[in-house]
């Protein structure tokens, strides 16, 4: 075999080690992507997910396109880990212990996740509006033993949520204490 031979064979992986490298670095680049948009939520860029991954911009843009791909694929890991810690909140009986429960379990989860409140706050993920529904069906449920203002609407909690949300994020504010007290004002206000 001549040298250029063996350069040619050395020089191209075998398909299956391909595919291998490229899962792993796929895999790199979405748990990277975790961590960046977490901390800067949407102003999050590629570069730094790159950077973070130990990968070239390259690499990310051939698993995710766009920034919007891959801020989308986040929100959906973001929002099954929300659905996750959240599931016991839902199994009670208590309509508007329920409710509580989701609510705190939310502003907890919120207070460490930027991209997350981020979803949630400006609404432009359809994901995230799923979640909203989710929210004003429980406080719908609550109406009914007198727990939750008979009053009040899915609108009315979108404010109080979303506001407090943006308005913490704005500050800067990650104490899941803090965020925790918050929560508990939101049910307040829905109060009778």
């Not at 075998?14 to 899962?23: F, M, Y």
């Not at 680049?29 to 800067?40: D, P």
């Amino acid at each position: 075999m001549t040298t250029t031979e063996v350069s040619a064979v050395t020089a191209e992986p075998e398909p299956s080690l391909r595919r291998a490298d490229a899962r792993r670095n796929h895999e790199r680049v979405f748990a990277a992507a975790l961590e960046v948009f977490q901390e800067f939520g949407l102003h999050g860029t590629m570069p730094q997910v790159a950077e973070r991954a130990g990968v070239g911009k390259a690499t990310v843009y051939r698993s995710y396109p766009a920034k919007e791909d891959l801020v989308e694929a986040v929100v959906a890991e973001r929002l099954g880990e929300l659905d996750r810690r959240t599931a016991p909140a839902l199994a009670g009986t208590d309509p508007y212990e329920r409710f509580r429960a989701y609510v705190s379990c939310l502003f907890e989860s919120l207070a460490g996740d930027r991209l997350l409140s981020e979803a949630l706050a400006t609404g432009q993920f359809r994901r995230a509006s799923g979640l909203l529904s989710r929210l004003s069906g429980l406080m719908d449920d609550a109406k009914g033993p007198g727990q939750v203002r008979e009053d009040a609407t899915a609108l009315d909690l979108r404010v109080l949520l979303c506001g407090m949300t943006l308005q913490l994020m704005t500050n800067g504010d990650r104490d899941p204490a803090l965020w925790r007290r918050y929560g508990e004002l939101t049910l307040q206000a829905l109060r009778p």
